[in-house]
């Protein structure tokens, strides 16, 4: 009798698992940063969660690599707090050496600049991007003025 649940148990999850037709696809994202100075990202998907932190020092890169047959992946996971990468953000805030920012979010989605939005996530290979944060994003982000938070 509990071979029989074993079995009817393991038919359960593999049928639960497996969805006809779908195909695993494997979705490989990397931001570098290339400004000249440490950055630090938060990002939100609203104005109370808090926001996410990431921080990349300058000359070096995240990669990370997400596995789905149901899900497309965009930078908008890349930058969320979920480490499966199903939650999204809305907003991210590029803070440049706590001396100048710049927010990117869903009001600016075709600025070819705005990792999060619809323009990055049109152009190239669905499954494998790279977004780089310039020297000319630097320079043109705003000054702080003592408060980059």
Do not use: Q, W
């Amino acid at each position: 009798m509990i071979k029989y649940i074993i079995i009817l148990s393991c038919f359960c999850f593999v049928g639960c698992n497996l969805h006809s037709g779908d195909k695993l696809e494997v979705y490989t994202y990397t931001v570098k940063n290339e400004s000249g100075v440490p950055i630090k990202i938060i990002a939100h998907f609203n104005v109370r969660d808090g926001g996410h932190i990431t921080y990349i020092k300058n000359k070096e890169e995240i990669t990370k690599v997400f596995e789905s047959s149901r899900h497309n992946y965009t930078f908008n996971n890349f930058f969320a707090t979920s480490k499966e990468g199903l939650s999204v953000t809305n907003s991210i805030k590029i803070i440049y050496n706590n001396e100048k920012y710049k927010v990117f979010d869903d009001s600016t989605p075709r600025d070819p600049r705005n990792p999060i939005g619809s323009y990055t996530a049109s152009i190239g290979d669905k499954l494998n991007k790279n977004f780089t944060f310039t020297e000319d994003d630097y320079l043109e982000a705003k000054d702080c003025k003592g408060d980059c938070e």
